[in-house]
């Protein structure tokens, strides 16, 4: 029998996964606040809903699991805001609810390990929104919520060549400055990993095994791309936007044996070494 999945916020990463859910197994609902992505949405076999659609509602009332990607705001988590009373009530009925929060919500551990025991103590307010609505989410007794904790996302589309292509990549050099990264079709698989094994409470990291300096990234795409390494530059130095800079605030090492030892996940890209190169393979392919 088919299943029904209704995704808030059907942005980058729940796109990937409707595109990983087998179609025979899984009806996908997701909302969007752009009307020009809906026709995207329904190439991707996704029953597109604008963000002040009244079909919502009864969407939401037909759904096994729920994925929530959508951003907290200043005022909290905007699904909680508009929808909390359902998930008062059905939320238990519930198969599968998951959240997308962010390893921003350990905060800085200068360049040291963190796991999903660690305090969460975020520093910029990006991981303290973050932080907030996961504390909002747990708040509602007998969810089966799923917390899962994402690195920085690259794959196709969001990758660093354009950049090197143009000389305007930068190789911005902070010491112990480390990241870790995720590329979006693990967190994909991920996702449907946990789909089929629901454990509610549970809380994943969703992270590579390579944490790395972000100019060694830089660095190894312009191996691949065969151009000249661009310039170091110093943090203090760089032309950076209050975002962009906002990233270099925090640096840790995310570990993440427990997607491997309870969903059973082996990464298809466990270093931005095997990431990179299949971008790479793919963005040319697309060119021809």
Request: aromatic share 8%; with cysteine.
């Amino acid at each position: 029998m088919q299943k029904h999945l209704f995704s808030f916020g059907h942005g980058y990463t729940a796109q990937a996964l409707s595109r990983a859910l087998p179609k025979t197994d899984w009806a996908i609902t997701g909302t969007t606040r752009k009307p020009e992505k809906q026709e995207q949405m329904r190439q991707d076999n996704v029953t597109p809903l604008l963000w002040d659609s009244p079909d919502i509602d009864a969407a939401l009332a037909r759904a096994d699991a729920v994925l929530i990607s959508a951003g907290p705001e200043a005022q909290g988590d905007p699904v909680l805001g508009r929808f909390s009373s359902f998930f008062k009530k059905q939320g238990p009925k519930l198969d599968w609810l998951g959240y997308l929060s962010t390893t921003g919500v350990y905060g800085d551990h200068a360049g040291n390990w963190v796991d999903e025991t660690t305090p969460l103590t975020p520093s910029t307010r990006r991981g303290k929104l973050r932080l907030n609505a996961e504390q909002a989410w747990q708040a509602i007794p007998d969810l089966p919520l799923h917390i899962f904790r994402l690195a920085g996302i690259y794959g196709s589309g969001r990758g660093p060549f354009s950049k090197v292509r143009q000389g305007t990549a930068q190789r911005i050099i902070k010491p112990n400055q480390i990241f870790s990264r995720i590329h979006v079709a693990d967190i994909a698989q991920v996702l449907k990993a946990s789909l089929h094994s629901p454990n509610p409470g549970a809380i994943y990291n969703v992270c590579d095994d390579d944490p790395a300096p972000p100019q060694d990234v830089i660095g190894h795409a312009a191996a691949l791309l065969n151009t000249p390494l661009p310039a170091e530059i110093a943090f203090e130095k760089a032309d950076l936007s209050p975002m962009a800079r906002s990233f270099y605030a925090e640096s840790k090492k995310v570990r993440n044996q427990r997607i491997k030892t309870e969903l059973g996940v082996n990464l298809l890209y466990p270093s931005y070494r095997d990431g990179l190169p299949a971008l790479l393979e793919e963005e040319t392919k697309n060119q021809s």
